[in-house]
């Protein structure tokens, strides 16, 4: 896979992450509003810091094992307003997570960059299946993977432990036969 990565969807562009986008990185997974949606707790900028270098490191790696995205609205790649990541697990297929900044929930960026990605992981990553885990409480993404045409397939009890507590994730999945980019 070519590195970097530059995929452009309807709305968003999907980009590699670079130092300079640490302030809006820390003020998606520094923000509590956005990490309680989210299997971890909200981190520090020097946490921030350690994420960006190691998603940096990472998609340099041969093979890549992550397409972990900064997610830029068009017409502005310098901002950050979200993330979008399938890590690849198991044969075939990758698990995918999301997030928006608050401040820019309702605009269609995770929608689009989830279709986006998805998009790109069965086209151009062959993969087979991508599946997503997600809060049962959060009933936003619940309803945006569902528009794009995942199926639910059951709940993972206990899954992440955030906030100071053990949640379920319900789990959904779509497989490459299945996606037709809603």
Do not use: C
């Not at 069965?122 to 794009?148: C, D, K, W, Y």
Request: proline share 3%.
């Amino acid at each position: 896979m070519p590195y970097p990565i530059r995929i452009v969807g309807d709305k968003v562009v999907l980009r590699e992450f670079t130092p300079a986008d640490l302030d809006d990185v820390l003020g998606i997974i520094g923000d509590d509003r956005v990490t309680q949606w989210l299997s971890f707790d909200s981190r520090s900028r020097d946490e921030a810091t350690a994420m960006i270098k190691g998603t940096i490191e990472r998609a340099q790696q041969d093979p890549r094992t992550e397409f972990y995205l900064a997610v830029t609205a068009h017409g502005n790649e310098d901002r950050v307003v979200g993330f979008v990541r399938i890590g690849l697990a198991g044969v075939k297929a990758g698990k995918l997570g999301y997030a928006t900044a608050a401040g820019e929930w309702g605009r269609g960026y995770a929608t689009d960059a989830a279709r986006t990605l998805t998009t790109y992981a069965f086209q151009e990553l062959g993969l087979h299946r991508v599946s997503a885990a997600i809060g049962p409480e959060n009933t936003a993404s619940i309803a945006m993977v569902e528009r794009l045409g995942f199926a639910k397939e059951g709940i993972l009890r206990d899954h992440v432990f955030t906030n100071g507590t053990w949640r379920d994730s319900v789990l959904y999945s779509v497989l490459a036969h299945e996606w037709h980019a809603q």
